[in-house]
């Protein structure tokens, strides 16, 4: 624990420092301070537990630094040390909650004992403080179960649970809402985890009022963030105020973390009516796909009816053959925003989503590309589910798709680029059992393409390649005192006889005899 010692007498000070010093040893650090504003200064910068304190000093009293001290919430026992048995003094001390009112001069011992009591009561505060930031984490975490349990999984809870986290049958509750415009650029930027934590404080912070305060925050698979926020009850509900709140709420997520938020309101209902209303307020939040600057209210929302126009997909095919990659991007962007703009519902983004997978799958599938591998990797798959959250993630979902259909375009308009890749990992293992659909997930190409264009650039099959490359080391090893059987393990053949008998075939004789021609030429 560290000590502040606040006098003006220097003389005092190296005393009482000196006396701690010798009687006190587990005292961390001693801080000494000869005026107020000195002490000020230092509890202002450090971590201080106890402050013994003279009364009477120039440019303020003790009695003004322990009241400061208080105001400014600073967890700190003060003991007092003065010439003057003064009753109005010590009433004052008393009423700063101080923990000891000494007289000068002090003897050691008296000295010791008190500030030993003042270690023991800051280490129980200490503690007690613990405890019940403890119970503030546990309680926000068991509602926060509560309501996943009880919103996203149906779960029904009994009076019991209800009662146990605080809640009566005359709560008030209403839900709010938000998510990302492009969930996938925030979660690049923070990384998921941060941005769930930075969210989260941010919902927590912001949504605690006089008026209502969060009672849980909880993001759903689609990317959709839902509070549960119940009424005070001291005064009537006010859904102005959680609509001032949930504008701060817009603004910070701009400002501070970087991302455009889409936000709903719900309607004022109790426990019992909070299912519904999540499942009314979650179709909601999936049908809106633009921010519009405003916020959204369940109460005024109304599904809109399914239209879909199909796009003009052999245009498009047009351009994918004929490599126009940008005047391809700007088409599907001007028609995602036409189409946003114009109304379209989460079933029709979720047809154009399929059509133009479909459309990208189609032409890597006629250029001999395996389209399932190629966009096998988990940001496809994100990228893929989130298509359909807002325009932007739509946009983001059709370029990366375009960018890898190109990427894989272009490797097969250069055959020798696709087979230096290939025959790089040959080269590395051809001694281990490679096989073709080896070689076809490296280029997500199709097992007969892999084997036309291979032997097109090497003028032999994979085999007979991986076994020209495997006699090559035999030979060489055989040149070394390796044993023959150990050669063939190191050629990748675990049966010596095969290895022997592939060995003759090649060269027109066995190991054993290779190795004996080799030594009577040298």
Same mark, same amino acid.
């Given at each position: 624990?560290?000590?502040?010692?606040?006098?003006?007498?220097?003389?005092?000070?190296?005393?009482?420092?000196?006396?701690?010093?010798?009687?006190?040893?587990?005292?961390?650090?001693?801080?000494?301070?000869?005026?107020?504003?000195?002490?000020?200064?230092?509890?202002?910068?450090?971590?201080?537990?106890?402050?013994?304190?003279?009364?009477?000093?120039?440019?303020?009293?003790?009695?003004?630094?322990?009241?400061?001290?208080?105001?400014?919430?600073?967890?700190?026992?003060?003991?007092?040390?003065?010439?003057?048995?003064?009753?109005?003094?010590?009433?004052?001390?008393?009423?700063?909650?101080?923990?000891?009112?000494?007289?000068?001069?002090?003897?050691?011992?008296?000295?010791?004992?008190?500030?030993?009591?003042?270690?023991?009561?800051?280490?129980?505060?200490?503690?007690?403080?613990?405890?019940?930031?403890?119970?503030?984490?546990? %309680?926000?975490?068991?509602? *926060? /179960? !509560?309501?996943?349990?009880? +919103?996203?999984?149906?779960?029904?809870?009994?009076? &019991?649970? =209800?009662?146990?986290? %605080?809640?009566?049958?005359? *709560? /008030? !509750?209403?839900?709010?809402? +938000?998510?990302?415009?492009?969930?996938?650029?925030? &979660?690049? =930027?923070?990384?998921?985890?941060?941005?769930?934590?930075? /969210?989260?404080?941010?919902?927590?912070?912001?949504?605690?009022?006089?008026?209502?305060?969060?009672?849980?925050?909880?993001?759903?698979?689609?990317?959709?963030?839902?509070?549960?926020?119940?009424?005070?009850?001291?005064?009537?509900?006010?859904?102005?105020?959680?609509?001032?709140?949930?504008?701060?709420?817009?603004?910070?997520?701009?400002?501070?973390?970087?991302?455009?938020?889409?936000?709903?309101?719900?309607?004022?209902?109790?426990?019992?009516?909070?299912?519904?209303?999540?499942?009314?307020?979650?179709?909601?939040?999936?049908?809106?796909?633009?921010?519009?600057?405003?916020?959204?209210?369940?109460?005024?929302?109304?599904?809109?009816?399914?239209?879909?126009?199909?796009?003009?997909?052999?245009?498009?095919?047009?351009?994918?053959?004929?490599?126009?990659?940008?005047?391809?991007?700007?088409?599907?962007?001007?028609?995602?925003?036409?189409?946003?703009?114009?109304?379209?519902?989460?079933?029709?983004?979720?047809?154009?989503?399929?059509?133009?997978?479909?459309?990208?799958?189609?032409?890597?599938?006629?250029?001999?590309?395996?389209?399932?591998?190629?966009?096998?990797?988990?940001?496809?798959?994100?990228?893929?589910?989130?298509?359909?959250?807002?325009?932007?993630?739509?946009?983001?979902?059709?370029?990366?798709?375009?960018?890898?259909?190109?990427?894989?375009?272009?490797?097969?308009?250069?055959?020798?680029?696709?087979?230096?890749?290939?025959?790089?990992?040959?080269?590395?293992?051809?001694?281990?059992?490679?096989?073709?659909?080896?070689?076809?997930?490296?280029?997500?190409?199709?097992?007969?393409?892999?084997?036309?264009?291979?032997?097109?650039?090497?003028?032999?099959?994979?085999?007979?390649?991986?076994?020209?490359?495997?006699?090559?080391?035999?030979?060489?090893?055989?040149?070394?005192?390796?044993?023959?059987?150990?050669?063939?393990?190191?050629?990748?053949?675990?049966?010596?006889?095969?290895?022997?008998?592939?060995?003759?075939?090649?060269?027109?004789?066995?190991?054993?005899?290779?190795?004996?021609?080799?030594?009577?030429?040298?």
């Amino acid at each position: 624990m560290n000590i502040l010692l606040t006098d003006d007498d220097n003389l005092i000070l190296q005393e009482v420092k000196e006396a701690l010093e010798r009687t006190v040893p587990e005292i961390e650090k001693i801080y000494i301070a000869t005026c107020i504003a000195e002490a000020k200064k230092v509890l202002k910068t450090v971590s201080v537990q106890i402050m013994l304190c003279d009364i009477e000093m120039p440019g303020g009293s003790g009695l003004d630094l322990l009241s400061w001290v208080r105001a400014e919430a600073l967890n700190v026992q003060c003991i007092f040390l003065t010439n003057y048995a003064d009753f109005s003094y010590a009433r004052q001390a008393i009423r700063l909650d101080s923990m000891e009112y000494m007289l000068k001069p002090i003897e050691e011992k008296q000295l010791c004992r008190t500030v030993r009591l003042a270690m023991e009561r800051a280490e129980k505060e200490k503690q007690d403080e613990q405890a019940r930031r403890y119970w503030l984490d546990t %309680g926000r975490e068991a509602k *926060d /179960l !509560f309501w996943q349990r009880r +919103l996203l999984g149906n779960a029904v809870q009994g009076e &019991e649970a =209800l009662r146990r986290l %605080g809640y009566g049958e005359q *709560d /008030l !509750f209403t839900l709010a809402s +938000l998510k990302a415009v492009s969930l996938s650029e925030v &979660e690049e =930027l923070w990384g998921t985890d941060m941005f769930e934590y930075v /969210l989260k404080n941010v919902l927590f912070e912001l949504l605690d009022t006089t008026c209502f305060r969060l009672e849980s925050a909880f993001g759903t698979p689609e990317g959709v963030w839902f509070m549960v926020c119940r009424f005070s009850g001291i005064a009537a509900p006010n859904m102005g105020a959680v609509e001032e709140c949930m504008e701060k709420v817009k603004e910070v997520c701009r400002e501070k973390i970087h991302f455009e938020a889409i936000c709903a309101i719900g309607m004022i209902c109790r426990e019992a009516e909070l299912s519904g209303q999540f499942v009314k307020m979650r179709e909601m939040m999936e049908n809106v796909l633009e921010d519009g600057g405003a916020i959204w209210y369940l109460e005024e929302y109304s599904p809109a009816p399914y239209i879909y126009e199909t796009p003009d997909i052999s245009i498009w095919e047009s351009l994918l053959k004929e490599g126009q990659k940008e005047q391809l991007r700007t088409d599907i962007h001007g028609y995602v925003e036409c189409r946003v703009a114009g109304g379209a519902s989460w079933q029709g983004a979720q047809a154009f989503r399929q059509d133009v997978t479909q459309m990208f799958y189609s032409f890597l599938r006629g250029a001999g590309i395996q389209a399932h591998k190629a966009f096998a990797g988990r940001q496809a798959e994100t990228l893929y589910q989130r298509a359909c959250n807002s325009m932007q993630d739509m946009c983001r979902y059709c370029d990366f798709m375009l960018e890898q259909v190109f990427w894989h375009k272009e490797r097969l308009e250069q055959p020798s680029s696709l087979m230096s890749m290939v025959l790089q990992y040959v080269d590395e293992h051809y001694c281990e059992d490679i096989t073709r659909n080896d070689l076809v997930d490296l280029v997500y190409v199709s097992p007969d393409y892999l084997s036309r264009t291979f032997k097109r650039e090497t003028g032999r099959s994979l085999a007979q390649y991986m076994l020209e490359k495997r006699m090559e080391k035999a030979k060489r090893l055989l040149k070394s005192d390796m044993s023959v059987k150990n050669v063939a393990l190191q050629t990748g053949y675990s049966n010596f006889s095969y290895f022997s008998k592939v060995f003759r075939d090649m060269e027109g004789m066995s190991p054993m005899e290779y190795r004996e021609r080799l030594r009577k030429q040298s």
